[in-house]
Antibody, heavy 118, light 107 residues
Framework: QVQLVESGGGVVQPGRSLRLSCAAS????????MHWVRQDPRKGLQWVAV????????YYADSVRGRFTISRDNSENTLFLQMDSLRPEDTAVYFC???????????WGQGTLVTVSS | EIVMTQSPATLPVSPGERATLFCRAS??????LVWHQQKPGHAPRLLIY???TRATGIPARFSGSGSGTEFTLTISSLQSEDFAVYYC?????????FGQGTKVEIK
């Protein structure tokens, strides 16, 4: 079965960086696009970024464009989110998620909490 | 960006009753819409894609309908495990956007 396991969350000061990872198993990772989505109680679910199966295409939410970078290593079945210049409003649980037959979110990881606070 | 609006925010329902949830898009998303279910402390789970196709393993009591800007999720006979928050999400355009959720609670 599909498994997505995020790691790398934690507490970080504003302006600092953090790198999230998502280990994928149970499907052919290199055949599917992947998303990052975040959730906080105030703003609900917010789509963050997406990367195509071969990493040739990426898209970002306006709120993170220029600060966050999505990437993948198909040889290691791993998805990444490099988060720079972090702000308090980036505090959320971050989920990785995989494409379905279309570009919708079909499977979710369990999430990793990122807290940006001084 | 496309704004997704769900109603009602909270839906009190008795076990065994029917629940109907609504989702409206600020512009047409054709049938590029999904529904997710989320229980407290858990990640969301895909229920419906393409507005009306049940995902693998989803019981037949869940059904989706609609196209364009108006969508509905119906749970025909609520079971105890169905009390949760339900989100619609459009994938017709970037950025993909979510509704704010409908909480189905025990009446």
């Amino acid at each position: 079965q599909v498994q997505l396991v995020e790691s790398g969350g934690g507490v970080v000061q504003p302006g600092r960086s953090l790198r999230l990872s998502c280990a994928a198993s149970g499907f052919t990772f290199s055949d599917y696009g992947m998303h990052w989505v975040r959730q906080d109680p105030r703003k609900g679910l917010q789509w963050v970024a997406v990367i195509s199966y071969d990493a040739t295409n990426t898209y970002y939410a306006d709120s993170v464009r220029g600060r966050f970078t999505i990437s993948r290593d198909n040889s290691e079945n791993t998805l990444f989110l490099q988060m720079d210049s972090l702000r308090p409003e980036d505090t959320a649980v971050y989920f990785c998620a995989s494409y379905g037959v279309g570009r919708y979110i079909a499977y979710w990881g369990q999430g990793t909490l990122v807290t940006v606070s001084s | 960006e496309i704004v997704m609006t769900q109603s009602p925010a909270t839906l009190p329902v008795s076990p065994g009753e029917r629940a109907t949830l609504f989702c409206r898009a600020s512009e047409s998303v054709t049938t590029n819409l999904v529904w997710h279910q989320q229980k407290p402390g858990h990640a969301p789970r895909l229920l419906i894609y393409g507005a009306s196709t049940r995902a693998t393993g989803i019981p037949a009591r869940f059904s989706g309908s609609g196209s364009g800007t108006e969508f509905t999720l119906t749970i025909s006979s609520l079971q105890s495990e169905d009390f949760a928050v339900y989100y619609c999400q459009q994938y017709n355009d970037w950025p993909q956007t979510f509704g704010q959720g409908t909480k189905v609670e025990i009446k």
